[in-house]
């Protein structure tokens, strides 16, 4: 029996997981004011903060989460967005407004130099494209019309956030060979729906950020491409590291129950592979072209599920057997599907859904692979990360929102709430059901939690703080093992910013 008391959870908003952005200065009073969004978690939508550069405290506006924000050229107004909408507030937060609700969520928002149009990308849901779209505001900072805007002459962009310099955009084109930086120059204004685009290639294989300095004419670039990783195995008894699977580039890695054979994600690619648990006979399965995550294999060990994204289509769950062929749909619909997890009689699927927090529509739901017929359990709306008990009795779930775990009892159907102050995005059994392992960097250092589905206080079985300066930074990402070992990944990496200079054309 439970000792705690069952919860609803209903109309619960779940956000996503989001990194924080870097600080954006204000073009009022320059190195004077910057807003900073705060990663309070794995959350969407983060607290604004405004932080004076002249040694003032910082402040956060009371009431306001986004996931983008920038400031007025004038200083006065910051425009943010937050779930599907653009919204306007003072610095002091007193004064609010909606501008508009948009098809999609707006992504690195960006005024213009006179203040009478705000530039975005907008991100459509499902599939998850991005196109870079114009606002057009009026004297009193009303909407007057959106418009998707041409760009002209290059493939753009969207996964690196706008930056302006007086009269121009900067932003990154994604290609094989390597990022190409891209100055997106407005048309006259008959032709204002259009951007002409100059690009360049640089030695970066990867941008990942991006700020101009208007007046000294120079671009400042995050690069953060240099980056090695391995695959560990820390051993809760004997509190020892081992590498597994060197130099296979893996995450993401689950392994059959009698520890035979490896599921996993290459880092490099995103390719789902299977190997011997010592990394021989490794041979991908996945086609080209589709991006894995999170595989699990199937109790009896002949199929793996995983969740799966093909070009211009949303997450969904696929079913592949081991000895290879063409992954199949579990189901079909066209929501975000997270990572799935079997059923011990290898009939059912059970998942939560991504990308669906802005939309509300986060749920925890079961496929029946016979038929395909997908049913959502009662009151989970707003939990994603779904896992089943290797028992088959409960399903394990969280509310990123409030930072809780919960346990769904398959018998009573009831939801109860297990711990708090989650702020990770993975969720593992123990072997033998009665445990769930968690992660938590909420009051200072990052930690790996264990909590009992009897009830009681959570523990904390590793801190991972302390290792990440002797074995390198630990991923967010974990797992067990079969025999309840913790597998990380250990990244070794360096993030660097360089200054760039560059001219208008």
């Not at 109309?11 to 009022?28: F, H």
Request: with cysteine.
């Amino acid at each position: 029996m439970y000792s705690c008391t069952p919860f609803r959870t209903d109309s619960l908003y779940c956000p996503a997981i989001k990194n924080a952005r870097p600080p954006s200065v204000s073009s009022r009073r320059p190195y004077v004011d910057a807003y900073v969004i705060s990663d309070e978690g794995h959350e969407d939508e983060h607290p604004l903060w405004v932080v004076p550069t002249a040694g003032e405290p910082p402040y956060q506006i009371a009431g306001i989460k986004c996931h983008t924000a920038a400031w007025s050229p004038t200083g006065d107004w910051i425009a943010f967005a937050l779930g599907e909408a653009i919204y306007v507030t003072s610095p002091n937060g007193e004064h609010t407004r909606q501008l508009s609700h948009l098809d999609g969520i707006p992504r690195s928002l960006e005024w213009s130099s006179d203040g009478k149009h705000l530039l975005y990308f907008l991100q459509s849901l499902p599939a998850g494209d991005t196109s870079l779209w114009q606002m057009h505001l009026d004297g009193n900072l009303n909407a007057e019309r959106t418009e998707p805007l041409h760009i002209a002459g290059a493939k753009c962009c969207g996964e690196v956030p706008l930056t302006r310099d007086a009269d121009s955009y900067f932003s990154v084109a994604k290609e094989s060979t390597g990022d190409r930086l891209l100055q997106l120059h407005p048309q006259p204004w008959w032709r204002s729906a259009s951007f002409k685009t100059s690009s360049s290639s640089t030695y970066f294989k990867e941008i990942d950020g991006l700020a101009a300095d208007a007046s000294a004419r120079k671009l400042f670039v995050i690069n953060g491409a240099n980056q090695q990783g391995d695959l560990v195995r820390y051993d809760l008894s004997t509190h020892s590291f081992t590498m597994l699977l060197p130099e296979a580039f893996a995450t993401f890695v689950d392994f059959t129950k009698n520890r035979e054979f490896a599921a996993y994600v290459k880092s490099q690619n995103g390719s789902l592979w299977v190997s011997r648990a010592d990394g021989n006979d490794a041979r991908q399965l996945s086609p080209a072209g589709m991006g894995v995550q999170l595989p699990r294999w199937s109790p009896d060990g002949k199929w793996i599920a995983f969740m799966g994204q093909l070009p211009h289509r949303p997450f969904r769950i696929f079913v592949l057997s081991v000895v290879g062929g063409v992954p199949k749909e579990a189901t079909k619909g066209n929501d975000n599907q997270g990572a799935p997890t079997w059923s011990p009689d290898g009939r059912f699927l059970v998942y939560g859904n991504v990308l669906c927090q802005e939309e509300g529509t986060c749920a925890i739901h079961r496929i029946d692979l016979a038929s395909g017929k997908v049913t959502t359990f009662p009151n989970s709306q707003g939990l994603s990360t779904a896992r089943w008990s290797p028992d088959g009795r409960h399903i394990a779930a969280l509310n990123s929102l409030r930072r809780e775990l919960f346990v769904f009892d398959l018998g009573s159907q009831q939801w109860c709430k297990l711990a708090d102050g989650i702020n990770g995005n993975d969720v593992s059994w123990s072997s033998d059901s009665r445990y769930l392992y968690t992660k938590s960097s909420m009051n200072g250092p990052t930690e790996i939690l264990r909590a009992a589905v009897s009830g009681g206080p959570v523990q904390t079985v590793l801190n991972l703080d302390s290792f990440s300066k002797s074995v390198g930074q630990l991923d967010t990402w974990f797992s067990l093992t079969p025999d309840n070992a913790l597998l990380l990944n250990r990244w070794l990496n360096t993030s660097e910013i360089y200054a760039l200079n560059y001219k208008e054309e």
